[in-house]
């Protein structure tokens, strides 16, 4: 399973440098979601970067030499999320959980998530997680994946890219 995760903006309001590396209890936010995904068994990573590219490649780099990484830079990274996930569009061709570097997931989450990607399997359109741990897909509503209280955040998913 493959995690396309979108790490290109600057932390503008946060002062701090780029924000996928600010660090949160140790750990950067983009150390927080690549270990999270890894825990859940993502083995691959399309990370989309533009501010501080480098200085972000080079980090996640030397602390995790070996994760399999396709980096993306997207040029226009001041543009919409929309646009980092276009610029990875020739790496995704299957199936794939979409993830934000600056938004924390409880760790269970992904582990509870990933085997109903798995249950759907090559249909196309997405699947969006909402804060009430809800699921629904373009081409209509699906039960609840579960009756959890703590659910937090906002769209977490995206199940393919036509």
């Known amino acids: 399973m493959k995690a396309v995760i979108l790490a290109a903006g600057s932390g503008s309001r946060l ?5 996928a590396l600010v660090k949160l ?3 950067t936010l983009l150390e927080r979601t ?3 995904a890894h825990d859940a068994g993502i083995d691959e990573f399309i990370i989309v970067v533009g501010c501080s590219a480098s200085k972000i490649k080079h980090f996640i780099g030397l602390k995790y030499p070996t994760l ?4 993306v830079h997207n040029e226009k ?3 919409q999320n929309g646009y980092s996930l ?7 061709y299957e199936n794939f ?6 938004h924390v997931l409880h760790p269970s989450f992904l582990k509870e998530f990933l085997p109903v990607i798995a ?9 969006n997680i909402d804060s009430e741990f809800t699921q629904s897909r373009s081409e209509g509503t699906l039960q609840p994946l579960n009756d959890r209280e703590d659910a937090q955040g906002d769209t977490y998913a995206v199940l393919a890219v036509d």
């Open 97 to 102: 959980v979409l993830l934000m570097a600056d």
């Open 77 to 79: 990274w001041n543009l």
């Open 34 to 36: 690549i270990l999270t």
């Open 86 to 92: 276009w610029e990875a569009r020739q790496y995704v």
């Open 15 to 19: 002062r701090e440098g780029p924000k």
């Open 68 to 71: 399999k990484i396709q980096w």
């Open 119 to 127: 249950r759907l399997g090559s249909s196309r359109g997405n699947l």
């Open 25 to 27: 209890l140790g750990l």
